[in-house]
């Protein structure tokens, strides 16, 4: 895979010269128009030592204007990371729109050293690259353009370079002992990498291998495939939006059509009852059309949402609960068990009260209370993931979303401000990012507070009748409310795409305040203490397997 | 995750009537519009037993045209089969364009039942929901339409259908202990079920959700899914060969104006000395001019060329290296050890000659060449890797394939037959597809048969005087020379990325022939040699271990 680029390519003085002078100033007016491009460019930087990725680095800051440019190089974890998963720390330093990132020794940079020094297995080694895959796609997907240049140098020519740099009485000091343990891992190095560059190179981040024997000739080939690949992909993506509007627009023609979408319980609330009828469709291209209805029934249709609990039953029961909550989270705190908690629901269905029963049973230097609303300027210019990311706490901290990432397929899906891919792919986005959470060690709950349409209602006009409660209730409580079967639709969906024996979906009956308080206290009670119990059981193992040792 | 599909759902048997006149209809009409579709229509079931799998498929056979409908069952693997990597059967049995497929217990079925049933660790389960994400993507990026049926039945409704099956005389013979012992498993399997559609949920092939319940609904439920999938992906395959055509355009535009491109080695040869020169770029939005070269340099240019082999020394080297290659062969028989080679190169380099010298030493029923021309009607009709499954051998046998799979990245890309995106995805299916090969225990060697310009010249002037070679020498072999630099650059890309240490390319010498030829016999048995010993170690190994329990 690699004798291509151990041909001693080489670049004369006077050519690179010429050549540097076009390639800067084209890199100069291509970095112009990405500033209102709608993706930002992700160069990654991987290779063997010595074969120049940061003198890369280096020339490209040079070359180009500083000020759109970010440069990230990772060393090992700081605490600050290390309590949070893998990832966090690249999903911080993604460039936004318009801009470009350059990473050097980050995603890449673990898993092979973990391979190379045996730490990581086979089976161990292949997740980490799944991951690597998963996380670029999902960039790619969001239109990022990802450039990755591997920088090759042979085995002998490695030798070759730190002999003379040994030899030079000025340049000795940057031959480290470091330098030579990893000259004699080489062989298993270029095996890992041969993997990694296999399994990474895909349609959506592809790596380009350079030969880095040669400064000039190096330097010139990142720089043209840099400004080729942006030309390029400023171009696809033009074209690749006007596709996505054109698609929509033939779907919602065809929506018209078809009266009733087919997809389990899609089909729209008939008022009388469900009558087929149809004419032939087929001809010309045109979409058939059809009336189809099927009886729509969603998960939330089967809550028994009549379980009351009495007023004074709840005054015992809740302050038992907070009892427990506040031991619990002290425990986690001192394990390093974070907690968050996902909270989603109709409006009005008593969110914010439930929240308040959580907090008060908490001290208030250990949880945070994130509501999400539109995003910002800021977040809009990345990755509709990457604000969640940012939240992520420390260990052994408390993190309640008061609405989260599952906006994407609930209100973004329902109102139309996500495209149907955007939304579609969102549902496998959020497994993967909440899989990384609970990797980590997390305690993640999500609650879904349901109420009744008409129970809704009740609380809508005692809102709009009670001035002080006046303010909660705003035009968008009432739209919202017209929605009320596509947002139905979106929860059934929700739940049967993203409830998962790790990260299960909690359906939180709420038409009696009291009963859905109690019912999210306990689920969470339930699970922290599995997870301390099981924190504990593990901490007895680790320290028996000390004994014996 | 099965929590919706758990409802209860059913369907009025009237509503039922109505709806499926309708559909039928619209099926059929589909069906027809689909015939001269450029893709083929992938419809996998999966499930739980009795949630109506064979039921539904028995039922679309039944109302659409059985004559463009192909259904495929699979049990325990046939010896035919066994003898295969285990997708050569799938690919066998795709539907080609125009048509639909049915596939019921299969690349979903060995993976899940092993882990199920504990044969499979979680690493290897991970690898097998890879591998068949990996296939999947294959034939979506192909344009397939993929839709994925699971049919579901808690287990409570599972446990109510055997024991109603059981009470009633006329049905009892249908339940069985397998279907008990199964039930036992319900946890099991389920847990399996949910990684699998975590995992296999991709953009190009989603998993549906179907509460197999009710026999009405869930029919409806499939049906309906159906006729709107291939509705939508009609619609969407057309715009997106629209745009696939538009982005060409847009680069050839470009190209015209990019005299050089940037990528390693691919700057066209400049006749003269290269001389960087530019205009600058930029403004509206438009492409950059610009003219950048860069030394042209290939791995073939490194080659060694000038090798010669004296007759004497040939004659006796090639009878000892085609007696130690029959040897190999009728040992590698006997323990099953398949080999495939593939022989690559320029025209007149002398693929032919060296074929025979291999030919000449084995058995006429041990091997088969497989000459690759232009696909057939047939092939074309399928994804382009499919004849080459096709052509897999049993177990023990050598295949000889003159020309290759390769075409796709060297005459097919250079020719402008594939479109870019579909050669540069063909790398990594390529290594994907011999992946699975040597993963299988088959040897597998790749050669590319190397002369110098001149040297081919010097064939072809001989041929084109010599009255009995005449017929060798084509049209379309100076044509192809005319593009001697293209090719050369593809070969270039080729080798690097698809040379890897499981696969590696050989680059033969070809200048003199007897050099050529006694290097790929010497290859081929040096590859031979090692699968043998390994094999033995592993059998005997294999018998200390019995010897041991």
């Not at 720390?89 to 993604?94: G, N, P, Q, T, V």
């Not at 330097?219 to 171009?235: A, C, F, Q, Y």
């Not at 609330?269 to 189809?292: H, K, L, R």
Request: aromatic share 10%.
């Amino acid at each position: 895979m690699f004798r291509t680029a151990e041909l001693g390519k080489t670049l004369p003085k006077e050519d690179y010269h010429k050549t540097v002078e076009v390639l800067r100033s084209e890199l100069l007016a291509v970095q112009q128009r990405l500033r209102s491009a709608p993706f930002p460019v992700i160069i990654v930087f991987g290779g063997v030592d010595g074969a120049g990725k940061s003198e890369t680095i280096n020339l490209l800051n040079e070359w180009m204007d500083p000020r759109w440019l970010i440069t990230r190089a990772y060393g090992a974890p700081s605490d600050e990371m290390a309590e949070r998963p893998e990832y966090w720390r690249f999903w911080r330093d993604l460039p936004p729109r318009g801009r470009i990132g350059m990473f050097l020794s980050c995603w890449y940079s673990r898993p092979i050293l973990d391979r190379v020094h045996g730490r990581a297995s086979e089976a161990e080694f292949d997740e980490d690259l799944e991951r690597i895959v998963a996380f670029e796609r999902d960039l790619a997907d969001d239109d990022a353009l990802i450039i990755k240049f591997w920088m090759h140098l042979g085995k002998e020519a490695q030798k070759e370079r730190l002999a003379s740099l040994e030899k030079n009485p000025l340049t000795r000091w940057r031959v480290t002992q470091t330098d030579w343990d990893h000259w004699h891992l080489y062989d298993g190095f270029i095996a890992a990498a041969e993997q990694v560059i296999m399994r990474t190179s895909t349609g959506w981040a592809q790596w380009n291998i350079v030969e880095g024997y040669d400064k000039r000739y190096r330097s010139v080939t990142v720089g043209n495939l840099l400004l080729e690949s942006i030309l390029k992909h400023l171009d696809e993506v033009e074209i690749r939006r006007r596709l996505a509007s054109e698609i929509k627009e033939r779907r919602e023609q065809a929506a018209t059509k078809i009266v009733a979408k087919p997809v389990d319980g899609a089909a729209p609330m008939a008022e009388e009852p469900a009558e087929p009828a149809a004419t032939s469709g087929g001809g010309n291209g045109g979409v058939a059309e059809q009336i189809i209805r099927l009886p729509r029934v969603t998960i939330l249709s089967r809550l028994d949402t009549t379980q009351t609990v009495d007023k004074k039953e709840y005054g015992k029961k809740l302050e038992a609960a907070q009892g427990t909550l506040n031991q619990n989270c002290r425990k986690a705190k001192q394990l390093g068990i974070s907690t968050i908690l996902v909270f989603e629901g109709w409006d009005a269905a008593g969110k914010g009260g439930i929240i308040r029963r959580i907090t008060g049973a908490l001290d208030a230097r250990d949880f945070q209370v994130i509501p999400i609303a539109a995003p910002t300027d800021e977040e809009s210019a990345h990755h509709y993931l990457w604000r969640f990311w940012r939240h992520l706490s420390r260990a052994g901290r408390v993190t309640i979303f008061d609405r989260s990432w599952y906006g994407r397929v609930l209100v973004e899906r329902v109102e139309g401000f996500a495209r149907e891919p955007e939304w579609r792919r969102a549902y496998s986005e959020i497994r993967d990012f909440e899989e990384q959470l609970v990797a980590h060690g997390i305690v993640l709950c999500k609650f879904w507070i349901h109420v009744t349409k008409d129970e809704q209602l009740r609380r809508f006009e005692e809102r709009r009748d009670t001035p002080y409660k006046r303010w909660k209730l705003t035009d968008e409580d009432w739209r919202n409310r017209e929605r009320w079967e596509d947002y139905e639709l979106a929860v059934n969906d929700m739940v049967e795409r993203t409830s998962t024996r790790r990260a299960p979906w909690t359906l939180v009956e709420g038409n009696d305040k009291r009963f859905s308080r109690l019912k999210v206290l306990s689920t969470i009670n339930d699970r922290l203490s599995a997870s301390l119990e099981q924190q504990e059981i593990e901490s007895v193992k680790a320290m028996r397997k000390q004994e014996r040792n």
